[in-house]
């Protein structure tokens, strides 16, 4: 159990880690390349490491050096040996393997905790068969353990319905140039939007391109291939809204550093939610910088910045008036049911929360510390330690969960003075 502390306004500056979203795609793309890839500034986190782990068990190379990841790539061929591999609950690697199990040939088993057993998968499990690979729930209902037998991807035409998870496109999508035919994909409910745009992003700066008709089809064509390159991660839009909000609830002024305002990862846009909220901001090239002012509730859907849901809930807190998040359906679907998590523990901290199916409303007023349970979810913890800086009394439980994205967290918070002894 971790204290936080009480800061009368959190003033300084913190550089980002990579973005854990650019590392895994880069990685499966590497994976795939012809030649070596060396990527510089790649996350090293529990997830990250699930995903390194699943491909040196299919056969690819990789090793460190320094902050960076080399990747020896193998052209799309993989070890052809029957394989189980564990991924922990990292939904992302579960998605991405289980697509890239799609290549090699015979029988992969792919796994993970008890809450990783209950996320979906069915729709890229039903895409791939539609590719012409058996892959199946072997539990019969959606979710993992999966078994993928394969003896190559044949391509041919998928439709997947991606509201619960844009990652069963993204996976499709990564592995499609090795088809034996041109993949072409139809999309229905498209979750997180701003993700399969990352995907398409690596993807593109490996050489291969990805046609799409305004996201409703996305089409790949056979016998495009990756080249091993020199690829820089950029920093994590994810893990910047932790110190944007901890500006915004103290009234402070944080810098945050390896932070590109102009990227493609969607979650650059909590600096216009935090603007809408009374926030001034400042942008730079490669930084920029949240000053807190008094804060109002707002209303938005935030369907394309899901992960950002329980920083944007703990903020609405500190805020006057109501603070209303729509279109989240998918994160029931999370390290935890965040929708659920977030009322509970909002609630033991004297906050007025109302949840739906797909949305969560939250009253600013009076906040009192309180024992906050992670749910084992890395983002509800560094979420809550936000509310730890402006009420005494908030203590993490399970604070290491931090380690499956930003293992850094405690250490970076802490410069600011902000970790109780």
């Not at 979710?143 to 041919?156: E, N, W």
């Amino acid at each position: 159990m971790i204290e936080i502390k009480p800061l009368h306004h959190c003033n300084g500056s913190v550089r980002l880690p990579g973005s854990k979203s650019y590392t895994h795609r880069a990685l499966i793309v590497s994976a795939l390349a012809r030649g070596e890839s060396l990527l510089i500034d790649a996350l090293r986190s529990e997830d990250t490491e699930y995903t390194i782990r699943g491909l040196k068990k299919m056969g690819i190379t990789i090793f460190p050096e320094g902050t960076s990841l080399r990747v020896l790539g193998q052209g799309g061929r993989l070890r052809d040996e029957e394989d189980t591999i564990f991924l922990g609950n990292s939904g992302t690697s579960m998605r991405f393997l289980t697509a890239l199990a799609a290549l090699k040939r015979g029988r992969t088993l792919l796994d993970g905790t008890e809450r990783m057993r209950g996320r979906p998968m069915g729709e890229l499990l039903r895409g791939l068969e539609s590719l012409g690979v058996s892959a199946r729930s072997l539990w019969s209902n959606g979710c993992p353990p999966v078994a993928v037998m394969s003896t190559g991807l044949r391509g041919g035409r998928a439709k997947i319905d991606s509201e619960q998870s844009s990652q069963f496109l993204s996976a499709i999508l990564m592995v499609a140039p090795y088809a034996q035919q041109d993949v072409e994909i139809e999309v229905s409910g498209l979750s997180s939007r701003p993700y399969v745009d990352i995907t398409r992003d690596v993807m593109s700066a490996f050489g291969v391109e990805v046609e799409s008709d305004r996201y409703r089809s996305f089409a790949v064509r056979s016998g495009q291939r990756y080249c091993g390159r020199e690829y820089r991660i950029e920093g994590d839009a994810s893990h910047a809204s932790y110190f944007f909000s901890a500006a915004a609830v103290t009234g402070g002024r944080v810098r945050v550093e390896n932070f590109n305002p102009g990227s493609v990862q969607g979650d650059t846009g909590f600096l216009e939610i935090l603007e809408r909220m009374g926030c001034e901001t400042t942008r730079g090239d490669d930084w920029a910088e949240v000053k807190g002012l008094k804060l109002r509730g707002i209303e938005i859907d935030m369907n394309g910045m899901p992960d950002l849901v329980p920083t944007l809930a703990v903020t609405g807190a500190f805020a006057q008036g109501e603070t209303v998040i729509r279109g989240i359906g998918h994160l029931r679907f999370k390290e935890s049911d965040r929708i659920r998590a977030l009322k509970v523990e909002l609630t033991k901290m004297g906050v007025r929360v109302e949840e739906g199916e797909d949305w969560l409303r939250i009253e600013g007023g009076e906040v009192h510390g309180t024992e906050i349970e992670t749910h084992d979810d890395h983002r509800l913890a560094m979420s809550f330690a936000l509310a730890g800086l402006v009420v005494p009394g908030v203590k993490i439980q399970g604070e290491q969960c931090v380690a499956k994205s930003f293992p850094e967290f405690w250490q970076k918070l802490g410069t600011f003075g902000a970790i109780a002894k």
